[in-house]
């Protein structure tokens, strides 16, 4: 039962431009707007996603805009000046939104990136952002802090460590993230390897991985996006006879018949990681996660009860965790995955910062017109 009433709402959810939905480019945010998308429609709300031209996502409706895809705000560097390709579908999907605002009642953003932030005072329609990243640039952090300033409570993050890393955490949302428990099947008895889940880029931290896999001698699969092929082929030369195998980025139901075997996730991540689906979704399998202690993950995991969080960059005690995996009841894995992480959930503290956003800006409308009376 939902803890308020909420008349249906008409959405337009704006989509990350590095690259098309169901590609896997954009990482978390994929599916954390697919899983918001789906659990909004059935609430019985009316949505539509501008997304980049081959974008797939089932049972939503999608409006494909062409253009260049925007370089990932992960691979600049922090002094890097506002960019846009040529023909930008970036710019492309905010001018269609801008065009079109007056058919929604609210714009989410589910862009990291400057422009989405700068336009926001010259629409009509109220914008949400929700930031799916860290502190990356200094330009993103100025940009939403501004907002976060002028419209106030219409930016969402994931977790409170993310947060930490802008001025303006305590002016944002926390709203976390799920998963569809339904689509990930419970394992009670696993293999012997190892699994990493995530895109093949340097943030990533996929050596540490690879080296644990070595020094532990353990089967590692990895499956992920191979977003950045120089440094997996030098991953390759160094570690040349880790038993390990890259399977490539699968869709969902595959992805989950092979992490679902695995006896633990690695979590050997770089950087503040937002949040960490596949924490989650590794969860919703039964399988235990073992985790650097930094970012997102940290607030997912339960220390010695779903998996084991490690100083960050200590592959030694990676590797003690790896060895203390039979500790874990993946039983409680899938009970923190339902008890915590369901789309009714998210749905619902979704809905109440749409409502609060919707709520802050009819109140405005009212103080302006008796203003002017």
């Known amino acids: 039962m939902k803890p308020y009433s909420m008349h249906p709402l008409k959405l337009l959810f704006v989509s990350t431009p590095v690259g098309p939905l169901g590609s896997g480019v954009g990482g978390g945010v994929e599916l954390t707007l697919r899983n918001i998308a789906q659990e909004m429609v059935q609430r019985g709300h009316s949505l539509r996603v501008l997304a980049p031209v081959k974008s797939k996502l089932s049972d939503i409706s999608l409006i494909h805009i062409p253009g260049e895809i925007q370089e990932p705000a992960q691979i600049q560097d922090r002094t890097a000046p506002v960019c846009l390709p040529g023909n930008s579908v970036l710019a492309n999907m905010w001018n269609h939104a801008y065009h079109n605002q007056a058919h929604y009642d609210l714009i989410v953003n589910f862009a990291y990136d400057w422009l989405p932030f700068y336009i926001t005072p010259f629409f009509s329609k109220p914008i949400a952002h929700f930031i799916s990243m860290g502190s990356l640039t200094n330009a993103m952090d100025q940009i939403a802090d501004l907002i976060a300033d002028s419209f106030p409570g219409t930016i969402g993050r994931y977790t409170q460590a993310q947060a930490k890393t802008f001025a303006f955490a305590e002016k944002s949302c926390c709203l976390g993230s799920a998963v569809d428990l339904s689509l990930y099947e419970f394992c009670a008895e696993p293999d012997s390897y190892l699994v990493f889940l995530g895109r093949i880029a340097p943030e990533k931290g996929l050596e540490d991985a690879v080296a644990i896999a070595q020094t532990t001698n353990t089967p590692l699969k990895i499956l992920g996006k191979m977003e950045n092929k120089e440094y997996w082929q030098q991953i390759c030369r160094d570690y040349p006879h880790a038993p390990i195998e890259y399977l490539g980025f699968f869709p969902t139901d595959q992805m989950q018949k092979v992490l679902r075997k695995g006896k633990a996730l690695l979590m050997t991540h770089r950087w503040v990681e ?34 084991w969080l490690v100083e960050p960059d200590n592959v030694t005690e990676m590797c003690n965790a790896v060895s203390s995996i039979h500790q874990i009841d993946r039983f409680k894995c899938r009970q923190q995955a339902e008890s915590e992480y369901s789309l009714t959930a998210l749905g619902d503290r979704f809905e109440q910062w749409f409502k609060d956003i919707l709520g802050s800006r009819n109140q405005e409308s009212t103080k302006s017109s008796i203003g002017s009376s």
């Open 274 to 307: 937002a949040f960490g689906n596949v924490a989650i979704e590794s969860l919703a399998c039964g399988v235990p996660v073992i985790a650097y202690q930094r970012g997102g993950p940290s607030e997912i995991v339960r220390h010695g009860q779903t998996g």
